[in-house]
């Protein structure tokens, strides 16, 4: 803002003085209501929720604060951990932050498909095991990174008996599932 002083005589002759008087404005905007911390599950079949909340407000000493956020209620977030931020800025620039995680957990457990059905081999001749061939099943889950892990593989020497074939999937946030068959030897030569 200028401020001017004007001299003025009787003859109106005049002089004229001004200077100039700054104000800064160095506060900060303030940011209130903004939410705690969330935790969704994943939806069913996918690998992501839809998280809401109230959006926070802002506020400041001069006008012409502007808020904006790096998400919006209603958004989808993938499992795992997002920060949300919200940040505040006034006319001079000045600026404020607010922030938030909203994290996804993923409790479904993956699924196992093609599982063979139980296996009978007889052993072959002059010894006391067979071998025993199958098409693998597969493993799929609602996020990716799912692994498949058997205690067996097909081609492998099966001794006269019982045994379990298992299959063990584990998806990346640990849950599992299980599926089995057996492999039955018997044994049909005679002795000598």
Known sequence: TTVTYTATDA???????????????????????????????????????????????????CAGVSLISSHNPGDSFPVGITTVTYTATDASSNTAIASFTVTVTD?????????????????????????ATWIAP????????????????????????ITTVTYTATDASSNTAIASFTVTVTDTENPT
């Open 11 to 61: 003859s109106s002759n005049t002089a004229i003085a001004s200077f100039t008087v700054t104000v800064t404005d160095t506060e900060n905007p303030t940011i209130a209501g903004a939410p705690a911390n969330i935790t969704e599950t994943a939806a069913a079949g996918t690998c992501a929720a839809i998280a809401t909340w109230i959006a926070p407000t802002a506020s400041d000493n």
């Open 107 to 131: 409790t479904e457990n993956p699924t196992i498909a093609g599982v063979p059905a139980n296996i009978t081999e007889s052993a072959a001749a002059g010894t006391c095991a067979a071998i």
């Open 138 to 161: 597969t493993a799929s889950d609602n996020c990716a990174g799912v692994s498949l892990i058997s205690s067996h593989n097909p081609g492998d020497s099966f001794p006269v008996g």
